[in-house]
């Protein structure tokens, strides 16, 4: 186990050390993070690496890159395998062009792992927080936490604690009658111990990174073939003297830290677990979620005070929503900005614009590009695309717009209909501010409304209209100014009694 066996996979080398390095109270202790990532994980049972699948919205390996901020690293190492190293790198290289890879070619355990990334850091740098990349509920300010008491304590090394309520399958600090951790006791070695909680190890640890670099080394190889980083505690707590603090330091942080992901069920497992830390924290914020069981909420989305979230609702990506909006029942919004007062019940919003003051639903569903401007009405099966819609405009039932431009104060009658594909391209609909577009119309692009223009019920509109002219038929003609309102349609044209009164 030495460090001459890495096989790095990036161009990354130490940075040379200077001749008289300046000590770390003049420059301030900096850190470092190794984020270990190399298991099989066979268990997932996936073509898609462990790391990649998502909790939350946000697939472990973020979420392992957002915990290791907490200590505010100044070089970053990911140590992953063989299997996995082509799918991590080629994820990460638009995301985070300066996290430095390795390959642990041989999987020898926690203890080997590090020492595979010691190499690629800078020798001057002090500390090391090291993470298991499959704990995606570890978070920035558990990580702070236990650099904080790191530094504070003066410690060779901290770890972050939890208390679990039987111990489960974690290992176990074990402390001297001083109340002075001096090991941690994996769990198939805890043989006989008294029933009731216990303090456990998370997986987040801090080293001084001189004294690591000397021990990983001399760590024994178990009867597993593996080396265990958490055997470095019993002889951290060995080699205590007298006239230094305790080597060995613990903070203690929320059990979800200890977490990990192995298969799917500890993926659905931790999703729950994420999902109610998240409606909690916009809870506290001033948001009301009336059901929090049934309400999805991803981490980048971001809501306003007073917001009511109702039941059955999901909100993904960057989605953001203003204050004093209603938002359900059976709401689903993606990656969408959504102003303040708006409505919206059971619809879908794909990466698109809402308006203040807006109400959408039941049933509506604005795709990609909608941008819906504020004080609009979109009622029941509307569906909008690449579209924008100006203030005041109503769309009351039954219409798709797609690729159109449409201004203030236009009355979209049900059933209308942007015909905007020839078969080969999309082409645009501009309709002006104040059109009344009647119902059952058809608009075959490219077309222009004028502003104030008026189609009549049923139109194929295949022509521009100009600013306030009428028109009515298939294929749309105008409607001549000077004729009475009762010649305006042929005798033959006009329904009977019943027929008016159908539908």
């Known amino acids: 186990m030495t460090p001459d066996s890495a096989t790095p996979v990036t161009d990354l080398a130490p940075a040379p050390e200077p001749d008289e390095p300046p000590s770390p109270e003049r420059r301030g202790r900096r850190c470092a993070a190794i984020i270990l990532a190399a298991g099989r994980g066979t268990r997932m049972r996936s073509r898609l690496d ?50 430095a890879f390795v390959v642990q070619t041989e999987q020898l355990g926690t203890g080997h792992a590090p020492a595979m990334a010691l190499p690629l850091l800078d020798p001057t740098i002090d500390d090391v ?28 090394v901290t770890m972050a604690a939890c208390v679990h309520p039987t111990g489960g399958q974690h290992g176990r600090l074990t402390r001297d009658d001083r109340g002075r951790i001096v090991r941690i006791t994996e769990w198939r ?26 021990q990983l080394p001399l760590l024994p190889r178990h009867a597993s073939n593996e080396y265990y980083l958490t055997d470095l505690i019993a002889v951290a707590a060995r080699g205590a003297s007298g006239d230094r603090p305790w080597p060995v330091a613990a903070v203690t942080v929320d059990l979800d830290a200890a977490m990990g992901v192995n298969d799917r069920t500890h993926l659905a497992a931790t999703e729950r677990l994420a999902r109610r830390g998240i409606n909690t924290r916009h809870m506290l914020a001033g948001v009301t979620i009336t059901d929090p069981e049934t309400t999805y909420i991803e981490y980048d989305v971001t809501i306003g005070r007073d917001t009511i979230i109702l039941p059955g609702s999901s909100l993904t990506g960057r989605t953001t929503i203003g204050a004093g909006c209603t938002i359900g029942p059976a709401a689903r919004i993606a990656d969408s900005a959504i102003g303040e007062g708006v409505a919206i019940r ?13 109400d959408i639903g039941p049933y509506a569903h604005l795709r ?43 009355n979209i009658g049900a059933g209308v209909i942007t015909a905007n594909y020839d078969g080969a391209r999309k082409h645009r609909t ?8 009647g119902v059952d119309t058809i608009l075959r692009a490219p077309v222009e409304v004028g502003a104030g223009a008026i189609t009549g ?24 100014r000077h004729a009475r309102a009762d010649e305006r349609v042929k005798p033959a044209e006009q329904p009977t009694d019943r027929q008016a009164g159908e539908g």
């Open 346 to 358: 059971d619809s879908t919003i794909e990466e698109s614009e809402v308006g203040p003051g807006t």
């Open 129 to 156: 927080m090291i993470l298991f990349g499959d704990h995606p509920l570890d978070t920035p300010e558990m990580v702070a936490a236990t650099l904080a008491e790191h530094r504070a304590s003066d410690a060779l």
């Open 50 to 99: 462990k790391m990649l699948h998502p909790v939350a919205g946000r697939p472990l390996f973020d979420a392992a890159i957002a915990a290791a901020s907490g200590c505010e690293p100044v070089q970053t190492v990911l140590v992953v395998a063989p299997h996995n190293a082509e799918q991590l790198r080629a994820y990460a290289a638009p995301r985070y062009p300066d996290l």
């Open 430 to 437: 501009t309709i002006g501010d104040g059109a009344f577009i």
């Open 457 to 480: 019920g049923g139109s194929f509109v295949n022509r521009d209209v100009p600013a306030g002219q009428k028109v009515v038929g298939i294929p749309a003609r105008p409607i001549p």
């Open 189 to 214: 070695e805890a043989v006989g111990e008294e029933p009731g909680p216990k303090e456990i190890n998370s997986g987040i640890h801090c080293f001084r990174l001189p004294w690591l670099a000397e």
């Open 368 to 410: 990609p590009g909608a941008r819906i401007a504020g004080g609009v009405h979109i009622g029941n099966f509307v569906e909008i695309k690449n579209s924008a819609i100006g203030s005041g405009t109503a769309i009351g039932h039954v219409s798709y717009l797609g690729d159109a431009t449409v201004g203030e104060g236009v």
